[in-house]
């Protein structure tokens, strides 16, 4: 069965403020990414359907799709002090600039938490589309701000716009939450690879 939802706990007294972590990325291959999902780029137009070589492998039959472009805020940033996941879902997200650099926080599926150990990020460009199986704990996607990265604005009311394909209703019925700075005392900050973006 699978996990149920975590409830929040709560702590008497206050609490001291959370330490920052800085999280290395990588840059996200079909290998590295496969314990958390599928790395989709671009093929040949004709290419037969080959799931793991080219094709995700897609979860879309418990309610209605929803493909659609997510404008998210500008200044959003590389730190993160929460994950989520869903588990009725496959989710796939990318980049619609293809030139801007953008990352991913996961944590593997199937734990009740999500692993600090097993915690990593991984960075890919525009034109890359990364599938996370359902379940896979994810934090993002993060980005530079628009005026540090030099790419310009791109979303709804200045902010940076991404593809995404879930279900109709994955915010509202399919969110579960773990918060790192109440219940590890942490927050995240990423880290480039130390290449240059293609």
């Not at 989709?40 to 004709?46: C, M």
């Not at 599938?131 to 980005?143: D, I, M, N």
Request: negative net charge; hydrophobic residues 35%.
């Amino acid at each position: 069965p699978r996990r149920p939802r975590l409830a929040a706990r709560c702590a008497a007294g206050s609490r001291p403020a959370p330490r920052k972590q800085t999280l290395k990325a990588e840059r996200a291959t079909p290998e590295n990414f496969a314990p958390y999902g599928e790395v989709v780029s671009p093929t040949a137009d004709g290419f037969v359907y080959s799931p793991g070589a080219g094709d995700a492998r897609l979860e879309l039959s418990q309610g209605t799709p929803r493909f659609y472009v997510m404008s998210l805020p500008a200044n959003r940033g590389l730190g993160f002090d929460r994950i989520t996941y869903h588990a009725k879902v496959t989710q796939c997200l990318a980049c619609v600039d293809s030139s801007r650099e953008w990352y991913l926080a996961v944590a593997p599926p199937d734990e009740e938490r999500p692993s600090l150990e097993k915690l990593k990020v991984f960075a890919a460009t525009g034109g890359t589309v990364l599938k996370l199986h359902s379940g896979t704990w994810h934090a993002g996607p993060l980005y530079a701000p628009p005026a540090v990265a030099g790419r310009p604005a791109d979303g709804a009311e200045g902010g940076v716009a991404f593809y995404n394909l879930e279900l109709a209703d994955t915010n509202v019925v399919d969110h579960t939450n773990w918060h790192f700075a109440r219940e590890d005392g942490l927050t995240f900050e990423v880290e480039p690879p130390d290449e240059a973006a293609a």
